[in-house]
């Protein structure tokens, strides 16, 4: 709380999160004097830095904008033990993503630094691309687009015989491992195409658009494609290996558009390979960037690859600043924060 005082706001956007969106959200919700820097991601290459991950490597740069100010916005910003040390006068973080990575919590709480996250902000973003990646598994389409706009081929057009031709989605068994956020929307954009959805989550109670199914082999028994929207935890991580592909029916289709090790990859190309995956469709990795060695390049023909594009949309940007602006605006009111960490 600013106790009157003018609030000074460190808005540290990028390429995706513009510092001006959130000074235009800023605006809308409380009088204060904002600061914008532009750091690197995610144009720029990103990884661990210090104590945190996914993070900008931007420390010197953040410490010098956050001089005298009380509250940082950002998507990547660097807040490890060194900027906090530095930025004595910094009491609000507000991060704009669905997890602070880039924020070394307990160092927050050392300094008595509040750190406040924007979850769901890409929710309808995901849920699309992921039935986007869906489709375009099941028909070939980036295949088919290859052959024909890069290599000015007709070859794609044996997708048109029975021995070549995808999947459609009315009445296709489709299995959702996960049920939330994203996993819900994506099983109401299924029902309208006429799929059969089928639903594994333990945790989810209550009303669900499809058929609850109550393990998860039963649930790969039953369905000629699946997608993944499991967290990433102790639990689930390598939650699909060789043991679980041998489930699906033979020429089922894989997407995951969650978390890169929900998902053994090795398995999955050897479940490619052997034909008992027909397609598969990946927008997350378990390493990124993907390795230039991965086997998954070398099965492009029966592999959509995009590069962890699943929540980039403009409206993403839009709501994560307009998440960010309101938690700020509740500090300096002194209200409760509605996503507060620390």
């Given at each position: 709380m600013t106790h009157g005082k003018r609030v000074r706001v460190v808005a540290a956007g990028d390429h995706f999160i513009l510092p001006s969106l959130i000074r235009e959200a800023l605006a809308r919700e409380v009088d204060c004097e904002t600061a914008e820097l532009t750091l690197g991601w995610p144009l720029e290459p990103f990884g661990p830095v210090a104590e945190v991950t996914e993070a900008s490597d931007a420390e010197d740069e953040l410490i010098a904008a956050l001089t005298g100010a009380q509250v940082l916005v950002t998507q990547m910003g660097p807040v490890t033990e060194r900027v906090l040390d530095a930025c004595?006068?910094?009491?609000?973080?507000v991060v704009c993503r669905g997890g602070p990575v880039n924020v070394n919590l307990d160092a927050a709480k050392r300094h008595d630094v509040r750190v406040c996250y924007a979850p769901g902000r890409n929710a309808a973003a995901t849920a699309e691309f992921t039935v986007g990646l869906l489709l375009s598994a099941l028909r070939r389409i980036p295949q088919a687009h290859d052959l024909l706009a890069r290599r000015g081929s007709w070859e794609g057009a044996t997708y048109y015989t029975y021995a070549h031709s995808g999947l459609e989605l009315?009445?296709?068994?489709?299995?959702l491992v996960g049920y939330g956020a994203v996993g819900s929307r994506v099983a109401r954009a299924l029902c309208?195409?006429?799929?059969?959805?089928?639903v594994?989550?333990?945790?989810?109670?209550?009303?669900?658009?499809?058929?609850?199914?109550?393990?998860?082999?039963?649930?790969?028994?039953?369905?000629?494609?699946?997608?993944?929207?499991?967290?990433l935890t102790d639990e689930t991580r390598g939650l699909l290996g060789a043991r679980e592909l041998a489930l699906l029916p033979r020429g089922a289709v894989v997407v995951n558009a969650a978390r890169g090790p929900l998902l053994d990859e090795d398995a999955l190309c050897d479940a490619l390979e052997s034909g008992q995956v027909s397609a598969a469709?990946?927008?997350?990795?378990?390493?990124?960037?993907?390795?230039?060695?991965?086997?998954?390049?070398?099965?492009?023909?029966?592999?959509?690859l995009t590069p962890h594009?699943?929540?980039?949309?403009?409206?993403?940007?839009?709501?994560?600043a307009a998440i960010a602006a309101a938690e700020v605006g509740r500090w300096v009111r002194g209200e409760p924060q509605a996503h507060r960490l620390t």
């Open positions: 004595p006068a910094l009491r609000l973080v009315e009445d296709l068994p489709v299995g309208a195409f006429g799929a059969r959805v089928l594994h989550d333990p945790y989810v109670r209550g009303e669900i658009h499809g058929l609850r199914v109550a393990s998860l082999d039963e649930l790969l028994r039953a369905s000629r494609a699946i997608t993944l929207h499991a967290r469709a990946l927008d997350t990795y378990a390493t990124e960037p993907l390795p230039a060695g991965s086997r998954l390049r070398a099965l492009a023909d029966r592999v959509v594009l699943g929540g980039a949309s403009r409206a993403v940007a839009e709501k994560a």
